[in-house]
């Protein structure tokens, strides 16, 4: 069997292997099979064609994909949510680069379904608005081929676009920083501000109860789930603490009295989770008096509707 025979032959039980676990929540088997897809790079890269370097870039990047947000999932468990929140961001770059060099059709690998999840879970999060530097880039390289890149430059390469296994990207070797701004749909999403504690350590000051339900009612990582969000209308025994004269909770910037307290409620961002799995039985059932002393989040107040044979909640 000749070498471009051999590396044919293991990036197709690779894929096969990939698609056989696209259901599994195995961080271990993930890892073992981006391990299994790093070496085969390597290899295709030495001796392989342009088709079986980019074929085995695709492999690699999907399985550290499928790594990097089972790790997110694990961190929001264990109650590390900014962590989390930053392995999201690492999957969502590495998915828009899956989707950029279509090797393979975006719904093999289920890549369109993690996007999806990805996207779900950074709704959740209470994070609204994040630091965003701005530069003057003075002189970059292309990762490549090594050129300048500049309106002179002979480089071919496209950032983003693979070229024999390796991702093209701008190393920027001198940049001058111009300013910070606050924004609320960043190009970094890592960026979130923090305040400080009378120590000067970080406190993490957000409320992360919606994120928290989600977590504790999936049976896997890999669980189905569709939030959706709209408005509805939240009791004002919530808001005892709001007089007439303060801003109401409705965020509109109007006075409460002039606002939502003469209507039936305070009318806020409402969300409804459907689980496509049914939530574990050993959770307990949710009510509202037994959430709002933990709820001071602008984004949503909590009701657990669930029937006995429902698999949706309104939250």
């Known amino acids: 069997m000749s070498t471009l025979d051999a590396i044919d032959t293991c990036l197709l039980r690779l894929t096969e ?7 599994s929540d195995s961080l271990q088997i993930w890892n073992e099979l981006e391990s299994v897809a790093t070496d085969l790079l ?6 392989g064609s342009d088709g079986e370097t980019n074929r085995a870039w695709h492999l690699k990047t999907v399985a550290s994909t499928r790594t990097t947000y089972l790790t997110s999932f694990q961190l929001m468990r264990s109650g590390k949510y900014y962590e989390a929140w930053c392995k999201l961001e690492e999957a969502e770059i590495s998915l828009i680069s899956l989707k950029r060099n279509r090797i393979y059709q975006s719904s093999e690998f289920a890549v369109d379904t993690l996007a999806k999840m990805v996207k779900n879970w950074q709704s959740l999060y209470p994070y609204a608005v994040f630091m965003s530097p701005e ?4 002189r970059e390289e292309c990762s490549i081929c090594g050129l300048v890149v500049d309106p002179w430059s002979d480089c071919k390469h496209e950032p983003g676009i693979v070229y024999r296994g390796k991702e093209c990207y701008r190393i920027v070797k001198t940049a001058e920083l111009l300013g910070m701004s606050l924004v609320p749909d960043p190009v970094q999403k890592y960026s979130v501000p923090f305040i400080k504690n009378d120590q000067g350590e970080r406190h993490d000051h957000y409320d992360y109860t919606v994120v928290s339900f989600v977590v504790d009612r999936l049976r896997s990582a890999v669980s189905g789930w569709t939030p959706t969000w709209t408005k509805a209308y939240h009791p004002h025994e919530l808001f005892k603490d709001i007089g007439p004269e303060d801003g109401c909770p409705c965020g509109s910037g109007r006075q409460y009295g002039n606002c939502c307290n003469s209507n039936r409620g305070v009318l806020r961002p409402h969300i409804e989770i459907e689980f496509d799995e049914r939530p574990s039985a050993l959770l307990p059932n949710v009510t509202l008096a037994g959430y709002k ?13 669930r029937e006995s044979d429902s698999q949706s909640n309104n939250v």
């Not at 390597?42 to 001796?47: C, S, T, Y």
């Not at 530069?135 to 003075?138: D, E, G, T, V």
């Not at 002393?293 to 509707?305: F, I, M």
């Open 42 to 47: 390597k290899r295709a890269i030495l001796d």
């Open 135 to 138: 530069f003057a880039i003075k």
């Open 17 to 23: 292997s990939m698609e056989g676990s696209l259901q």
């Open 293 to 305: 002393e933990r709820l001071s989040s602008e984004k949503s107040t909590w009701v657990d509707s």
